[in-house]
Every structure is written in C-alpha cells, then in structure tokens.
Nanobody, 123 residues
Framework: QVQLRESGGGLVQAGESLKLACEAS????????VAWFRQAQGKDRDFVAA????????WYPSAGKGRSTISRDSAKNMVYLQLDSLKPEDTAVYYC????????????????WGKGVLVTVSS
C-alpha cells in the first residue's frame, strides 16, 4: 500500500507561482512513478507531470511541460509541482497519484490517489 498526501494549495493572484507537495509513504516505494493530475470543475482529470521516485525520470504531457515543473526529494519521499505564471484557467483540484512503472501514466492507470488540493487563481 502507498499513501499520498498533498499540500500547498490555496488562493493566488494571476501571474503568481505556487509549489505543491506530495508526500509518499508505504511499505515500498521502489519502481514507483508519482504523478500530478488536475481536474477543473466539470472537466476531465488531466495529466500534468510525473516523476519516478527512485531514479528521477520525468514525464510531461506530449503537448509539453507548460508552466509546470515537477521535482522530487527522494530522501524524503517528496514530490513537488512548481506552478508558475498562474492563470485563472489553472484553477482546479490538483491530485497526486502513483503507479508502478512501467505505466502509461493515464488517470486510469494510477493505483493510488491523494485527496487533492484546491488551487484557485484569481484574475
């Protein structure tokens, strides 16, 4: 079992930055990819980024990383998502999720999910 806990959400102004954190815990975290997804109200849950917790391999959507940067602190089992130049359309619940690699890193492939944190960007 893997437990995921997000932190760092909140209300920010357009143009500002925010750094989300996801703490992973569990029996074994080897071969685990930790991903960030976001879901705006009434929309699908979209893949934002993923990182392999042990070796640091990084994946972004095929359209590019956009204004998001994923990183990790493997010693602390922490994964971070830096969100820069935020826009009102970035308002969403951001979820941390995990899957064993190899994985297609789609939402349906994730085995574990955090509860999510709300990011609200005001104009």
């Amino acid at each position: 079992q893997v437990q995921l806990r997000e932190s760092g959400g909140g209300l920010v102004q357009a143009g500002e930055s925010l750094k989300l954190a996801c703490e992973a815990s569990g029996r074994t975290l080897s071969n685990l990819a930790v991903a960030w997804f976001r879901q705006a109200q009434g929309k699908d849950r979209d893949f934002v980024a993923a990182i392999r917790l042990d070796y640091g391999n990084i994946w972004y959507p095929s359209a590019g990383k956009g204004r998001s940067t994923i990183s990790r602190d493997s010693a602390k089992n922490m994964v971070y998502l830096q969100l820069d130049s935020l826009k009102p359309e970035d308002t969403a619940v951001y979820y941390c999720a995990a899957a064993w690699v190899p994985s297609k890193l789609q939402a349906s492939d994730m085995y574990y999910w955090g509860k999510g944190v709300l990011v609200t960007v005001s104009s």
